[in-house]
């Protein structure tokens, strides 16, 4: 019953840490450089619109790759333990 409170602990800090780092898209903005800045501010709102939905479109494959990895691991980490408990004597190899 210990262990259930910690995982559900644990899940409510993950995800009130989500929250605040949706909550703070302010440091985002930070990363912007001058150039791009003033191109984007000096073009219409058509542009600017289209410059904000590519960046929405260009970020799908890197976080759905790193996703799709996460995944593999995760169902994957116990594919390669061994037993404690060898039957074989001798190496390891």
């Given at each position: 019953m210990h262990i259930e409170i910690q995982k559900r602990f644990r899940w409510i800090g993950l995800t009130l840490a989500g929250l605040v780092a949706l909550a703070l898209p302010s440091f985002a903005f930070a990363q912007g450089c001058a150039l791009c800045y003033t191109q984007a501010a000096n073009s219409g709102?058509?542009?600017i619109q289209?410059?904000?939905e590519g960046i929405v479109i260009?970020?799908?494959p890197p976080l759905s790759m790193c996703l799709g990895a996460m995944?593999?691991?995760y169902r994957r980490?116990?594919?390669f333990n061994r037993p404690h408990a060898?039957?074989?004597g001798g190496s390891d190899w």
């Open positions: 709102a058509r542009i289209a410059l904000r260009l970020i799908i995944v593999l691991a980490r116990n594919q060898h039957s074989e």
